[in-house]
């Protein structure tokens, strides 16, 4: 008895040992199944197609300005503007949000808004759709880029009756408004470039972040033909009202008129660029363009107009440009309320991404019976 019960811990104690030699190779395997399963897992993980989409980017512009205007002389340094760009693509579908600092009240009284935020259906070519806030449908230069549109400032006459800085009084929104517009490219020749081009919106009216004043809609279409490359040739309408605008003489409120035209032109290849167009107003002004002013002034009637032509030819190619723009606005369609610049400058390219740019001036101001001269020199990049 004693025997049995002396080998059965013989052989207890054997099959313990065996054990305890095994749980290290079982426990290191576990361990490595582990890891592997998790590893497994992560590779499984993927990043969204539309979050790899996703492209940061955006520009600074620094300027100097100097002016000898009578009375009034200026010399500033100043921040024109900065901006930081969200672009994506989502399907079909591509978007952009993008916000601004910008001095448009003048030097020390910065303004950080929201310009752009939109999302824009272009499975085809032939008809794309945009929804949002963005760049109003009216004339080439309106859309344009501001450090590639190669001036100070885009043309007075775009200022004034694109929604810029508008004459109803909206405050500065670079051209946009809020809105939803279809534009598409037809008709491609046998190389397949497209000969036509239409584009058709509805918008509040009000420029960027505002809400309709008044129910009523803007209708901003424009189109144009491009008989050989580079040049395009077209024309634009607008109509519709801007809000909740105060009448001195009776005291309320009301909307004023905003019918408007204008016919382009522009040729643009081989970094030769010349462009001119005239846009036409019917309908009452503000006390003062901007600043989001809203109380007529009809002491400056009920029409306006202006024009710009210019040239940019390259001198060294990619390297250096020079210019020549002629300026023209009318704030009541009449010569004696014109102010003109005659300008010329260059442009030098550091980088693709770095250019300063500088421009002198004369400017005759007839309203005022001032003639002046004007500089700007300014440093723009991109990022």
Do not use: C
């Not at 109509?239 to 909740?244: D, P």
């Not at 007839?366 to 300014?378: G, I, P, W």
């Amino acid at each position: 008895m004693i025997k049995k019960f002396f080998l059965l811990i013989v052989l207890m104690t054997g099959f313990a040992g065996t054990m305890n030699a095994e749980e290290p190779e079982l426990l290191n395997a576990n361990v490595q199944e582990v890891q592997e399963t998790q590893q497994d897992k992560k590779a499984v993980v993927e990043v969204p197609q539309w979050v790899k989409n996703i492209k940061f980017s955006g520009y600074g512009m620094l300027q100097y300005q100097g002016e000898d205007k009578e009375g009034a002389h200026t010399n500033t340094f100043n921040l024109r503007l900065a901006r930081f760009i969200l672009d994506g693509k989502i399907g079909d579908f591509d978007w952009r949000a993008q916000i601004q600092g910008t001095n448009v009240k003048g030097p020390g009284e910065p303004t950080v808004q929201l310009v752009d935020l939109y999302a824009e259906w272009v499975k085809h070519k032939a008809f794309r759709v945009k929804v949002g806030q963005f760049k109003r449908a009216f004339t080439y230069e309106n859309p344009t880029h501001p450090i590639t549109q190669g001036w100070y400032s885009y043309a007075m006459v775009i200022n004034n009756l694109s929604g810029f800085g508008d004459r109803t009084g909206e405050k500065s929104s670079g051209g946009r408004d809020i809105g939803i517009q279809v534009q598409g490219d037809l008709f491609p020749n046998a190389a397949g470039r497209r000969l036509f081009h239409y584009q058709l919106g509805v918008y509040n009216g009000e420029g960027i972040n505002e809400k309709d004043k008044d129910n009523r809609k803007d209708i901003i279409g424009g189109a144009w033909v491009m008989p050989i490359k580079g040049l395009r040739i077209g024309a634009f309408g607008w109509t519709g009202s801007r809000g909740g605008m105060l009448d001195p003489v009776t005291g309320t409120k009301r909307s004023v008129e905003k019918n408007r035209y204008a016919i382009s032109a522009e040729y643009d290849k081989d970094e030769w660029t010349f462009r001119t167009e005239y846009i036409h107003s019917q309908g009452w002004g503000a006390a003062k363009a901007a600043n989001n002013v809203r109380e007529i002034d009809y002491s400056k009637g009920d029409k306006a107009d202006g024009w710009y032509a210019f040239g940019i030819v390259p001198v060294i190619k990619s390297k250096l440009h020079a210019k020549a723009r002629y300026n023209l606005y009318r704030q009541s369609k009449e010569w004696s309320t014109s102010k003109t610049m005659y300008e010329v400058g260059v442009n030098y390219f550091f980088t693709k991404n770095l250019q300063l740019n500088m421009e002198y001036a004369r400017v005759n101001e007839r309203a005022t019976h001032d003639s002046y001269n004007f500089v700007d020199v300014e440093l723009d990049f991109r990022f």
